[in-house]
């Protein structure tokens, strides 16, 4: 049974950093796709960073780059989201996804097959 387990969310002051991780097991993540994605309350679902699980390539939503980065922790098999400057605007439910998709694909969320439970991250101003 796939599981993927998000952690880390909190509530953190403009301009503070916090670290999300997801904890995956239940298959071979090898081929996937590893994502982030967010919703803040009555928006949808919106792309946020995304990592191809063995090549290490790596992808940005626009509003994120240069802020946040995703990474894979091979000792502990995660993939972490460390975000920097945060801002109010980036308050939502973050949400781990992995899916055996193409690249291109990585900020459709329908193309994703497993899916986290959430965690809340909440930047106040």
């Known amino acids: 049974q796939v599981q993927l387990v998000e952690s880390g969310g909190g509530l953190v002051h403009t301009g503070g950093s916090l670290r999300l991780s997801c904890a995956a097991s239940?298959?071979?993540?090898?081929?996937?796709?590893m994502g982030w994605f967010r919703q803040a309350p009555g928006k949808e679902r919106e792309f946020v960073a995304a990592?191809?699980?063995?090549?290490?390539?790596?992808y940005y939503a626009d509003s994120v780059k240069g802020r946040f980065t995703i990474s894979r922790d091979n000792a502990q098999n995660t993939v972490d989201l460390q975000m920097n400057s945060l801002k109010p605007e980036d308050t939502a439910v973050y949400f781990c996804?992995?899916?055996?998709?193409?690249?291109?694909?990585?900020?459709?969320?329908?193309?994703?097959?497993?899916w986290g439970q959430g965690t809340q991250v909440t930047v106040s101003s």
């Open positions: 239940g298959r071979t993540f090898r081929s996937d796709v």
């Open positions: 990592r191809t699980w063995s090549t290490g390539l790596t």
């Open positions: 996804a992995a899916g055996a998709l193409s690249s291109r694909s990585r900020a459709d969320a329908r193309a994703y097959d497993y």
